[in-house]
């Protein structure tokens, strides 16, 4: 079984198990946090696609290690101006293990049990009574 889920402004595909490094979550190592904007579910019964969301699922991840990324160099510079301006960067990322995926109710399932059983409308049914 496998999710996509957003966090951070980007998407991940993950399954159980899987090590994911995502920008920083204010949470301590070795904590538990569970990602319950899930995108979409997959495994052996199908795909449920979420319309943005799949509701009542979420993905359960215990937090590993705090930490930061690669140094990046942002270097901006105009052509014979005299303009050079060099930064450095280093993104802090969260390493977490995903533990469990977990789903909800389909929402499919129930929206066309609604429909095969269409409600009466009240004042219909109340002129009928009153008739016999």
Do not use: C
């Not at 949470?27 to 979420?50: I, K, N, R, Y």
């Amino acid at each position: 079984m496998y999710a996509v889920i957003k966090t951070g402004g980007k998407q991940y595909k993950v399954a159980a198990g899987d090590l994911l490094v995502v920008e920083k979550l204010s949470v301590a190592p070795g904590a538990t946090l569970s990602f319950d904007e899930v995108l979409m579910v997959g495994g052996a019964d199908g795909v449920t696609v979420g319309a943005p969301r799949v509701d009542g699922a979420s993905v359960a991840a215990e937090v590993v290690e705090q930490g930061r990324g690669e140094k990046i160099i942002v270097f901006k510079k105009q052509r014979r101006k005299h303009y050079r301006r060099r930064n450095g960067h280093r993104q802090y990322l969260t390493t977490v293990r995903i533990t469990d995926i977990l789903t909800g109710a389909k929402p499919a399932k129930k929206a066309k049990k609604a429909e095969a059983a269409p409600a009466e409308a009240p004042a219909e049914a109340a002129a009928e009574r009153t008739k016999e």
